[in-house]
């Protein structure tokens, strides 16, 4: 059993060969001109970064056998870059007379990606060289091969490489892509090894871990669990004393009507009704619509009508289960965020899209199936990683382009994709050292991928107080939790003030220019700060864009079985609040008069300051105040006694204040945000 827990799925990159500890740099696949300097460059194009920067001449073990496979992915240029971003920011931006004017999935594949004549071009020129094709789209080309044939397709030798007592392999040279086909590939992934990075996992808090629970003795504390009906109903008697003389029980997880209320959906009158939230994870539950309507009968909801709940998985094509999590491991994810979406906009449809695993390719191919098909209106994402990592190096530029093309063509076809911004606050070091939700093989303070591209809404996370049972709003401070547990003799807390567990991320990208929408809302000093500190010249992306409840100890119950008997527990993260935004844009689709609304930060930006947004502002921590805390009570798990001593609004590196920040961007959403879709 855990405290709250914690889901947020997190991508793998998955290599032929993995390096258990790799701690250097995988080179990012940034395209460029080519030298004028090599005959064989002037007629292509460099993939600079190809060659990691671990593979050094001193860590050169020669070359690959000759018989080994190589798999990588070749992902395809759309037919005019430029026209594509131009026409999703038409599409997308309230006030151009193309607003709103979406294309058909069958117009935007024929108009801006890739044709079949570039696409047959583009295996003609793999199969001559002796790969074999794996699967195509006009998103990617995946291809296969040994030594000699990946010579011959990307001009580079595979080498094997000693790095950290670890042998991987890697291209000798940066690979070359002919003239024939330059203008129609954006890049490849897959000729290098890299370590798995996080995958999806809750957080939990082992009793057996010592300092997990205490012997309860003679405790004056609960013995049972025990937690508030809303803040503060609760006063926690024979607690020790903390941040202030009173202290009350944490609030019971929350459950679909109580958020409802506190976000004005209720009074909204809306349900989602003739939306479509796609929901992508990896894998899929076994059991995910029994549990759905379990849960949502539980609580006093309707369950899913027929055929308002549909699936697209291919389980016979599910892959890397053992690096990934496997379906249980992505179960809770997957029934967190079914759950919400349905608890929030109760009519939408739901279809969830299992990904095949949790690399970047099938993650890749379940989005480009959505916006290929136009199985949705919104799209909910709870997963993503850092960009920066001792281990992965650099987030590839050419699986950065391949995304962000899916991303906007699915702007054109007016389909929006919401990401959770993670739950380590600015990602940095000294977050990882004690965050729950943190990758420790992060270099540096750094804003999240695919949260911060410019082309969809990042998520960020709050702590949610009600005021009644019901869900009346109380208020909100950022998602940051410090946590301290009950000491052995029961008279304090350990460590005092506690350490930082939780924390909804966020942060300025050192990657994306600032986009057209964040400029007249986003302070100038923060665009131009990234999260190390460092100033720069020019403007970046910030993030998140909006915030809803998300903190870990103020959770949300969720329902699971996936073969087991079925249980409620807590759980946290952005992944709650990633899901519970979708929900709240299908509403808006409903008021909008079931049109669709597209890619949501234009509109949600028009609207920053005003009533549509309760602005996030952490009170105690700008007036040097006690920390907001409350003690969590498990009651006795396994003979021990498990309390915590909970402060909140302390995110790391980060501080909601008035008006925009990088805590929790505009705020969180009103009724007043979803009556705005009514006119306009």
């Avoid at 064989?40 to 000759?66: E, H, M, N």
């Amino acid at each position: 059993m855990t405290d709250h827990q914690s889901s947020r799925g997190r991508r793998t990159r998955i290599a032929t060969a993995a390096v258990a500890s790799l701690a250097l740099a995988t080179g990012a696949l940034v395209l460029a001109s080519p030298s004028q300097a090599d005959p064989v460059a002037a007629q292509a194009k460099v993939l600079t970064g190809t060659r990691p920067s671990w593979a050094t001449p001193s860590a050169d073990q020669g070359t690959l056998a000759a018989g080994a496979v190589t798999t990588a992915t070749v992902y395809l240029n759309a037919q005019d870059p430029a026209a594509l971003a131009a026409y999703a920011k038409a599409v997308s931006s309230p006030g151009n007379a193309s607003y709103g004017k979406f294309l058909t999935a069958a117009q935007a594949k024929s108009k801006f990606l890739a044709t079949p004549a570039q696409v047959k071009a583009v295996q003609a020129w793999l199969t001559g060289a002796g790969l074999k094709i794996g699967s195509t789209s006009q998103h990617a080309i995946t291809v296969s091969g040994n030594t000699a044939a990946i010579k011959r397709a990307f001009g580079t030798s595979l080498h094997s490489y000693k790095v950290k007592g670890a042998t991987v392999h890697a291209p000798s040279a940066n690979a070359v892509i002919p003239a024939s086909v330059a203008s129609s590939v954006l890049g490849v992934v897959g000729l290098a090894s890299t370590t798995p990075a996080t995958k999806p996992q809750a957080v939990p808090v082992n009793p057996a871990v010592k300092g997990a629970g205490v012997a309860p003795g003679k405790a004056t504390l609960p013995t049972v669990a025990t937690c508030s009906d809303y803040w503060g109903q609760k006063a926690a008697k024979g607690a020790p004393v903390g941040y202030t003389a009173k202290m009350d029980f944490d609030q019971c997880s929350f459950y679909p009507s109580q958020l409802r209320q506190a976000y004005g959906i209720t009074a909204s009158g809306l349900t989602g009704k003739g939306a479509t939230v796609a929901i992508i994870d990896a894998y899929a539950s076994s059991t995910m619509l029994a549990d759905a309507n379990q849960y949502a009968t539980n609580h006093g909801d309707k369950a899913f009508k027929a055929g308002q709940y549909t699936e697209v998985v291919t389980p016979s094509q599910w892959n890397n289960q053992d690096a990934c999590g496997g379906p249980e491991g992505w179960a809770p994810e997957e029934a967190l965020d079914v759950e919400m979406v349905h608890g929030l906009a109760p009519d939408a449809k739901v279809v969830y899209v299992g990904a095949n695993s949790c690399t970047d390719d099938d993650l890749g191919a379940a989005l480009a199936n959505v916006v290929d098909n136009h199985l949705a209106d919104v799209v909910s994402n709870s997963w993503g990683e850092i960009m920066h990592s001792y281990t992965n190096g650099d987030y590839p530029q050419a699986l950065i382009a391949s995304y962000e093309q899916t991303f906007e063509q699915g702007a054109i076809e007016g389909i929006g994709f919401d990401f959770s911004a993670g739950d380590c606050g600015d990602s940095s070091p000294g977050a990882a050292a004690t965050g729950a939700n943190c990758d420790p093989s992060t270099t540096e303070a750094q804003a999240n991928w695919p949260d911060s591209d410019p082309w969809v809404t990042s998520v960020g996370g709050t702590a949610l107080a009600i005021s009644n049972k019901k869900g009346a709003y109380g208020f909100e401070t950022d998602m940051g939790t410090l946590r301290s547990s009950l000491s052995a003799d029961q008279k304090g807390w350990n460590p005092l003030p506690g350490s930082f567990y939780f924390g909804g991320g966020g942060g300025v990208s050192d990657e994306f220019a600032q986009p057209w929408y964040q400029g007249p809302v986003v302070p100038s000093a923060t665009a131009h700060t990234l999260p190390t500190g460092a100033t720069v010249d020019t403007a970046m992306r910030a993030t998140p864009d909006v915030s809803m409840n998300g903190d870990l100890y103020t959770s949300v119950l969720v329902g699971i079985s996936d073969g087991a008997a079925y249980s409620e527990g807590g759980y946290g993260g952005t992944s709650v609040s990633a899901p519970e935004f979708s929900a709240v844009q299908a509403d808006a689709i409903q008021a909008h008069g079931g049109r669709a609304l597209g890619f949501a930060n234009p509109a949600i930006y028009s609207r920053a300051g005003g009533k549509s947004y309760t602005d996030v502002v952490n009170k105690d921590a700008a007036q040097g105040k006690p920390p907001l805390s409350a003690v969590f009570d498990a009651g006795t798990i396994d003979g021990a006694l498990r309390v915590r001593l909970v402060a909140f609004g302390r995110d790391y590196g980060l501080t909601a204040v008035k008006g925009y920040d990088v805590a929790t961007g505009v705020g969180s959403p009103t009724e007043a945000y979803l009556k705005s879709f009514k006119n306009g």
